[in-house]
T-cell receptor, first 114, second 113 residues
């Protein structure tokens, strides 16, 4: 199984809502990532988890809160988002966090903030 | 710091034409190099990779050779199909430690029948 799954596929939320994005992989990977991708741009790294611990936070606003409940799951909790946070949110995983290893991406969650 | 430069798009081709998308990089050490493809409305898929100089990655008719002397990793395909229409990202990963995956800006490919 070389698949990373993400739910939901689409999400529309208001600025006062609280929602969560979910990501799952069963490849035994020990590094997991959240990226944000705006239209016609490459993905921008947000967070890196290595062995279930937050390893890197790329100065992401606190209205985004990541969580790694176990080695297969990664969540991104959203609260009080702004319209400019509308984007495609991609989850990825890799064997470990060294750049030598390829990252496998999920299909993404298309988020719209009203 | 490390960087990746891709040719500007869109690249517009007719079906069965030859494809080249240029990618050059700047990095210390010996990075791994990747090509990812993103079809409309989807996430990124790994297309191919190379981990050392003169390695050739290949997949689905696409090829790219890791050229250290020219710091390049150009993507080629001998005969494109309409279904190859997508955005292609060249990316670099450090060989040791962690540095975030460095992406090029992406090149959109449009193939017409």
């Amino acid at each position: 199984d070389t698949e990373v799954t993400q739910t939901p596929k689409h999400l529309v939320m208001g600025m006062t809502n609280k929602k969560s994005l979910k990501c799952e992989q069963h490849m035994g990977h020990r590094a997991m990532y959240w990226y944000k991708q705006k239209a016609k741009k490459p993905p921008e790294l947000m967070f890196v988890y290595s062995y279930e611990k937050l390893s890197i936070n790329e100065s992401v606003p606190s209205r985004f809160s990541p969580e790694c409940p176990n080695s297969s799951l990664l969540n991104l909790h959203l609260h009080a988002l702004q319209p400019e946070d509308s984007a495609l949110y991609l989850c990825a995983s890799s064997q470990d966090r060294t750049g030598y290893n390829e990252q496998f991406f999920g299909p993404g969650t298309r988020l719209t903030v009203l | 710091g490390d960087s990746v430069t891709q040719m500007e798009g869109p690249v517009t081709l007719s079906e069965e034409a030859f494809l080249t998308i240029n990618c050059t990089y700047t990095a210390t050490g010996y990075p791994s190099l990747f090509w990812y493809v993103q079809y409309p409305g989807e996430g990124l898929q790994l297309l191919l990779k190379a981990t050392k100089a003169d390695d050739k990655g290949s997949n689905k008719g696409f090829e790219a050779t890791y050229r250290k002397e020219t710091t390049s990793f150009h993507l080629e395909k001998g005969s494109v199909q309409v279904s190859d229409s997508a955005v292609y990202f060249c990316a670099l990963g450090a060989s040791t430690g962690f540095q975030k995956l460095v992406f090029g800006t992406g090149t959109r490919l449009l193939v017409s029948p």
